[in-house]
């Protein structure tokens, strides 16, 4: 006898490359019942594509995708779409016929065998809860971008499916909509629901999701818990600030000096995702950046050859810093991104 799967998907080694490029590069992935998991990564990163793939869209060029059937077994999506879990959803913008949110609904509902006595109810409970009841009969050519944004999630549950995918479901929201979104998510997650759900801010969903899987390049960073990815990621930095003004012009002394007299306590083994130089200054927010390894002593000593051998300066910061260590190396991730797709049009 088969033992019922905890387990809601799962992608193994799954690929899709259109021509040469390796949207999505062999990745591996579980989800499990009940369980919220955020796939986050910069654009461009793979993320419709994964969940194209996932939703039967896209055929993947490699790999398997597994999703858990009516009877609670693992079975091949590519292979035999038919009896799975009931899903739903929510795939880029959504573009709408033109229909009355009504119409729309109701099509969807029949579409995925929701009872036929429960439809109108269940429509106008969750019109209602997105504000889009007024405009039940209203034609949905009309609506702004952030509306229809909210219907599509709506027809992603309309048939309360058990697991839910959702692409982006913040887009194009005002800050109050993107509250209710979460605030609806955990409504979702406390009836038991497994959900995937994909994004670039990592901010607006690392507080719902139980786990974050990093996608840059079509590849998957890392797979973990925030915390876990918190302490998985943690380098050991240290900030500090001048009094005196940086200009790019004496930034290269600068660093030159501070790596040769800081060498025996800067980080030896620095992740090249975190950094690839242990002695920067962020000019953005004004303050030098230095990985070291980490001990006590060495910060103290960092501190004192700052004061002794740097008379130039003035310090009046320095501290370990402040943010998020997930949040500023996703900033780097979508900077070092961003930075070699200008480098590679400008070799065009
Ligand atoms: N049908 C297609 N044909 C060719 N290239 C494609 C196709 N669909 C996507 N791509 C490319 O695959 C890569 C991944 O795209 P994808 O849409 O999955 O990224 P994403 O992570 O969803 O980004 P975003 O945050 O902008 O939505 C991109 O470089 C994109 O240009
Ligand atoms: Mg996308």
């Not at 590069?25 to 996932?54: F, R, S």
């Not at 959702?166 to 609806?184: N, S, W, Y």
Request: charged share 30%; net charge neutral.
């Amino acid at each position: 006898m088969k033992t019922i799967s905890e387990t809601i998907i799962k992608l193994e080694n799954l690929s899709k490359h259109f021509g040469n490029l390796k949207a999505v590069d062999n990745i591996n992935l579980e989800v499990k019942q009940g369980e919220t998991i955020g796939l986050v990564g910069p654009n461009g990163a793979g993320k419709t594509t994964t969940i194209k793939m996932i939703s039967n869209i896209l055929n993947p060029t490699s790999g398997k995708i597994y999703i858990r059937n009516k009877k609670g077994v693992l079975q091949n999506l590519v292979e035999n779409p038919r009896n799975l879990v009931p899903r739903g959803f929510l795939i880029d913008i959504p573009s709408f016929y033109e229909m009355t949110p009504a119409q729309l609904l109701t099509y969807f509902a029949k579409l995925q065998n929701f009872p036929n006595d429960q439809i109108k109810d269940r429509m106008d409970r969750l019109l209602k809860l997105f504000n889009l009841y007024e405009w039940k009969y209203e034609n949905v050519e009309d609506f702004s971008k952030g509306m229809k944004q909210k219907l599509g999630i709506i027809q992603a549950i309309i048939h309360d499916p058990d697991f839910i995918i959702l692409d982006e479901p913040q887009t194009g929201l005002d800050p109050k909509a993107r509250i209710e979104v979460r605030r609806f998510i955990r409504g979702l997650q406390k009836q038991g629901k497994t959900i995937f759900v994909a994004s670039h801010l990592l901010h607006e969903i690392s507080e719902i999701c139980d786990k974050i899987a990093l996608i840059s390049y079509g590849k998957i960073i890392a797979f973990d818990t925030i915390e876990k990815l918190e302490v998985k990621l943690r380098t050991n930095e240290l900030l500090f600030q001048t009094l005196q003004e940086i200009t790019p012009d004496k930034l290269g002394p600068i660093i030159e000096k501070l790596t040769s007299k800081l060498e025996p306590y800067l980080d030896k083994d620095l992740d090249p995702k975190i950094s690839r130089i242990p002695v920067y200054y962020d000019s953005k927010d004004k303050e030098f950046v230095i990985y070291y390894d980490g001990k006590r002593e060495s910060r103290a000593d960092i501190l004192k050859i700052l004061m002794n051998e740097f008379p130039e300066f003035d310090l009046i910061s320095f501290s370990q810093p402040r943010t998020s260590q997930l949040e500023r190396i996703y900033e780097q991730m979508i900077g070092d991104q961003g930075q070699k797709e200008m480098n590679e049009r400008r070799m065009k």
